[in-house]
């Protein structure tokens, strides 16, 4: 009776030592074990990265319209930064450019900028991006003037909107800048001096301005330190006082940056007419330069503009930056 009784602790533990080993043998299941692996995560699709557009770029010129080698340098300079719109500081048309009627401006500027303008018969653009404002010798060369100037641009063009209600001078926006485009040539009917009907739109449109940056353009240089011309002193309104941020000129065949009244002057003369030298410079003068054609190339930014003057070789004669003041 006692070997029976042995006999069944022998099975019974005999028999629990066979449980425990099935239990851990490969390929069986514990339903009480528990996993700690998280499931694997499906990889996400990668974002691409939204492209910045590359700057705004503009050209201004000046004096140009002359017709031989010289204007074809500078215009070429100026195609080769492929500019949003253009703008030029006067004399868009000297007689030796030749042509008659409309002809004049196809000769002294459809023929070297055509990609920019509108309206005109040679232009190729669906707007126009070519702005000019008047000089004296798109009053003594381009005859019967104005008229012949004002058929031959569309200014500022359609699309823009124009507060002078006429296109001896004007005004239009693109992107941050208000660029307000005067006559300063004495035969303007609303006259010239700081108190003229000219002088009180522009006043009054610098005043209403919300762009980031009031930009004047005209002819006649308020300041200049060449020997030609110089100074022309009916042009010298309170610009500064009226919002202007900087004024741009042309007449003087020459470049010049002038710092006067709290604000910038340059003299961009040098657009293929016959270049000028310098007699003593003006108060402010901070840059002077003739010894070869040239233009300059505007960089737009939100909070400041890049002014660089290159000449026809490609060398950076000047560089100047315009922070927003608004």
Same mark, same amino acid.
């Given at each position: 009776?006692?070997?029976?009784?042995?006999?069944?602790?022998?099975?019974?533990?005999?028999v629990?030592?066979l449980?425990?080993?099935?239990?851990?043998?490969p390929?069986?299941?514990?339903?009480?074990?528990?996993?700690?692996t998280?499931?694997?995560?499906?990889?996400?699709?990668?974002?691409?990265?939204?492209?910045?557009?590359?700057?705004v =770029?503009?050209?201004?010129?000046?004096?140009?319209?002359?017709? %031989? #080698?010289?204007?074809?340098?500078?215009?070429? &300079?100026? !195609?080769?930064?492929?500019?949003?719109?253009?703008?030029?500081?006067?004399?868009?048309?000297?007689?030796?450019?030749?042509?008659?009627?409309?002809?004049k401006?196809?000769?002294?500027t459809?023929?070297?900028?055509?990609?920019?303008?509108?309206?005109?018969p040679?232009?190729k653009?669906?707007?126009?991006?070519?702005?000019?404002?008047?000089?004296?010798?798109?009053?003594?060369?381009?005859?019967?003037?104005p008229?012949?100037?004002?058929?031959?641009?569309?200014?500022?063009?359609?699309?823009f909107?124009?507060?002078?209600?006429?296109?001896?001078?004007?005004?239009?926006?693109?992107?941050?800048i208000?660029?307000?485009? =005067?006559?300063?040539?004495?035969?303007?009917?609303?006259?010239? %001096? #700081?108190?003229?009907?000219?002088?009180?739109? &522009?006043? !009054?449109?610098?005043?209403?301005?919300?762009?980031?940056?009031n930009?004047?353009?005209?002819?006649?240089?308020?300041?200049?330190?060449?020997?030609?011309?110089?100074?022309?002193d009916?042009?010298?309104?309170?610009?500064?006082?009226?919002?202007?941020?900087?004024?741009?000129?042309?007449?003087?065949?020459?470049?010049?940056?002038?710092q006067?009244?709290?604000?910038?002057?340059f003299?961009?003369?040098?657009?293929?007419?016959?270049?000028?030298?310098?007699?003593?410079?003006?108060?402010?003068?901070?840059?002077?330069?003739?010894?070869?054609?040239?233009a300059?190339k505007?960089?737009?930014?939100?909070d400041?503009?890049?002014?660089?003057?290159?000449?026809?070789?490609?060398t950076?004669? %000047?560089?100047?930056?315009?922070?927003?003041?608004?």
């Amino acid at each position: 009776m006692y070997l029976r009784g042995v006999a069944r602790v022998v099975r019974t533990i005999i028999v629990a030592v066979l449980i425990s080993s099935a239990m851990i043998l490969p390929g069986c299941t514990n339903t009480r074990s528990t996993s700690t692996t998280s499931p694997t995560a499906t990889p996400s699709a990668a974002v691409e990265p939204t492209p910045t557009p590359p700057p705004v =770029v503009f050209a201004i010129i000046g004096d140009y319209g002359i017709n %031989d #080698e010289h204007e074809r340098a500078v215009a070429d &300079l100026v !195609a080769s930064w492929r500019p949003s719109y253009i703008v030029a500081t006067g004399d868009d048309y000297y007689a030796p450019a030749g042509g008659k009627g409309a002809g004049k401006y196809e000769a002294s500027t459809g023929k070297y900028y055509d990609e920019w303008l509108a309206g005109s018969p040679s232009g190729k653009a669906s707007e126009n991006a070519f702005f000019p404002v008047m000089g004296n010798h798109d009053y003594s060369d381009a005859t019967p003037s104005p008229k012949t100037y004002l058929d031959y641009f569309d200014l500022p063009g359609e699309g823009f909107t124009n507060t002078s209600g006429n296109e001896r001078y004007y005004d239009f926006v693109e992107g941050p800048i208000h660029f307000f485009m =005067v006559n300063s040539n004495p035969d303007e009917p609303d006259n010239v %001096d #700081e108190y003229s009907k000219q002088a009180e739109w &522009l006043k !009054a449109q610098l005043a209403a301005s919300t762009s980031r940056f009031n930009l004047v353009v005209e002819h006649h240089p308020p300041y200049s330190s060449d020997e030609s011309h110089g100074s022309t002193d009916y042009m010298r309104w309170p610009f500064g006082d009226w919002g202007a941020d900087a004024v741009f000129s042309g007449h003087a065949h020459a470049y010049e940056r002038i710092q006067r009244g709290g604000i910038v002057y340059f003299v961009n003369g040098l657009g293929g007419a016959s270049r000028y030298g310098f007699g003593s410079p003006v108060k402010g003068s901070k840059k002077r330069f003739s010894s070869d054609w040239g233009a300059q190339k505007v960089t737009v930014a939100e909070d400041a503009l890049t002014l660089e003057f290159y000449d026809v070789s490609g060398t950076m004669v %000047d560089s100047y930056r315009l922070k927003a003041k608004r």
